[in-house]
Antibody
């Protein structure tokens, strides 16, 4: 079955760039039925949608993060990516990648999640 | 501050029924966007529990049910079990923010 796995540095210095990769296995990222997303969860807090991408490269970002976020996709490797810059201590969180399932626009659920990866921001 | 509101916590004894509310507005739940619920067990990734307001994905016990009316939705857990102790999040889309939004989460404690 489809699986997602996040990878990347667990420690990022303040003002630097957070870069994460989500590898999709057991299915194609190029499926026309799905979008792909990044979600973060600061320690002890709730979930926040960061942004989403379609296999064609169309992106949609949380307006509160838009100026600092870039999400991209590589269909040849079945991966999509998150870059967040510059980071501050407030960006320390568990970062999840997820699939947005089939549904009408705006009604898609995050139906498959990666296990998450913890990112600490510290010098 | 989230545009969706949930109670911080609910609790119940084993076997009891508990409900979690999720209140939004005309720019999200009330705009007709479907409402989804997620269960997050301690130390794990969230799992889709209810999709499209009322639908359980395969493998989700029928003890979990969802409903929606107007600008609010609810998740009900009947026959509460110890393994249901988790955080529960509602999620929708907000057309004022042009993005997906989550509620702040509700911690369910089994007494």
């Amino acid at each position: 079955q489809l699986q997602l796995r996040e990878s990347g540095p667990g420690l990022v210095m303040p003002s630097e760039t957070l870069s994460l990769t989500c590898t999709v296995s057991g299915g194609s990222i190029s499926s026309s039925s799905y979008y792909w997303a990044w979600i973060c969860q600061p320690p002890g807090k709730g979930l926040e949608w960061i942004g989403s991408i379609y296999y064609s490269g169309n992106t949609y970002y949380n307006t509160s993060l838009k100026s600092r976020v870039t999400i991209s996709v590589d269909t040849s490797t079945n991966q999509f990516f998150l870059q967040l810059t510059p980071v501050t201590a407030a960006d320390a969180a568990v970062y999840y990648c997820a699939r947005l399932g089939e549904a009408a626009p705006g009604s898609r659920p995050f139906d498959i999640w990666g296990q998450g990866t913890m990112v600490t921001v510290s010098s | 501050q989230s545009v969706l509101t949930q109670p911080p916590s609910v609790s119940g004894a084993p076997g009891q029924r508990v409900t979690i509310s999720c209140t939004g507005s005309s720019s999200n739940i009330g705009a007709g966007y479907e409402l989804h619920w997620y269960q997050q067990l301690p130390g794990t990734a969230p799992k889709l529990l209810i999709r499209g307001d009322t639908n359980r994905p395969s493998g989700v016990p029928d003890r979990f049910s969802g409903s929606k009316s107007g600008t609010s939705a609810s998740l009900a857990i009947t026959g509460l079990q110890a393994e249901d102790e988790a955080d529960y999040y509602c999620q929708s889309f907000d057309n004022s923010l042009s993005g997906y939004v989550f509620g702040p989460g509700t911690k369910v404690t089994v007494l």
